[in-house]
């Protein structure tokens, strides 16, 4: 089970660390985060600096047994450092009102909003 990250996380860091628990009766080999070797210390693992590349990022959980039994996860999050931009559509730069207007304001942003 991953722990960290839940699927669909957004990030502004290039790289990230994913954990959680593995559970075998008969032990666990390995643990590996897309190609990257997890620590394993008793049911947990940790896999350090995970790369990310802008966008969304698969991430394969996959882990082994003694007796060559292999399991996998893919979750999926984001990463995001593209600095949002804003600007006021109405009123016009140097427009004077003298009576109460919207002021409407546009974003060209990936993510989600609340």
Not at 40 to 52: K, R
Not at 86 to 105: D, E, F, K, R, W
Request: negative net charge.
């Amino acid at each position: 089970m991953v722990t960290s990250p839940v699927e669909g996380t957004f990030f502004n860091t290039p790289t990230i660390t994913v954990s959680g628990t593995v559970v075998d009766e008969s032990g666990v080999l390995y643990v590996h985060v897309n190609t990257l070797p997890a620590e394993l210390v008793g049911n947990n693992f940790t896999c350090n600096d995970v790369p990310l590349v802008e966008g969304e990022n698969p991430l394969t959980i996959t882990s082994e047994d003694e007796w060559g039994n292999k399991t996998s996860i893919t979750l999926t999050v984001t990463l995001d450092t593209v600095k949002p931009s804003i600007s006021v559509t109405q009123p016009l730069a140097g427009s004077y009102l003298n009576t109460p207007h919207v002021v409407m304001v546009t974003w060209p942003d990936r993510a989600k909003l609340p």
